[in-house]
């Protein structure tokens, strides 16, 4: 206060603060792209008296049949996704809930209890930026089920990691 009192001015010593600039970054990646060509396709069966169930893998395609369900021809397949994006960069890959198929014209549904995406959920985008999917499941069969075809659908959805 006396300093102040008298005129006199205190100078402060000089910082030793450096400063330097900072760069801040994004990578957006492209935007993923999935189409669906060609649909899971359970084939031609004829129920029986039981029925049962018809699994086709989504890994191979190999398709199991149980119970009194007989498989009329060999016209079934898996589901079949493309998906472009970033090659080397890992995407995971998920199904919404099972689908349940109605009778075309009718109220008469059948039940898909799982689906299968034919291998592990978390898998790389390869050097050509294209990742092929393919989509299983077990559809379960009721004894004398109503004949025609039956439909529904089910959702892929790939996110990249």
Do not use: C, M, W
């Given at each position: 206060l006396l300093l102040a009192a008298l005129g006199l001015s205190v100078a402060a010593a000089p910082a030793h603060a450096?400063?330097?600039?900072?760069?801040?970054?994004?990578?957006?990646?492209?935007?993923?792209?999935?189409?669906?060509?060609?649909p899971l396709?359970?084939?031609?069966?004829?129920?029986?008296?039981?029925?049962?169930?018809?699994?086709?893998?989504?890994?191979?395609?190999?398709?199991?049949?149980?119970g009194s369900v007989t498989?009329?021809?060999?016209?079934?397949?898996?589901?079949?996704?493309?998906?472009?994006?970033?090659?080397?960069?890992?995407v995971n890959i998920s199904t919404s809930a099972?689908?349940?198929l109605t009778r075309v014209g009718g109220t008469e549904t059948m039940q898909v209890s799982a689906l299968d995406i034919g291998g592990p959920p978390g898998r790389g985008i390869g050097q050509s930026g294209?990742?092929?999917?393919n989509v299983g499941g077990t559809l379960q069969v009721s004894g004398n089920q109503q004949g025609g075809t039956y439909v529904g659908t089910f959702t892929l959805t790939?996110?990249?990691?």
């Open positions: 450096q400063s330097q600039t900072g760069e801040a970054q994004s990578l957006i990646l492209e935007k993923l792209s999935v189409v669906n060509i060609a396709h359970f084939g031609t069966l004829a129920p029986g008296l039981t029925g049962g169930t018809v699994r086709v893998r989504g890994k191979n395609g190999n398709k199991n049949v149980t498989a009329l021809a060999a016209d079934h397949s898996r589901a079949q996704f493309l998906t472009y994006g970033v090659k080397g960069y890992f099972p689908p349940t294209i990742l092929p999917i790939v996110i990249y990691q």
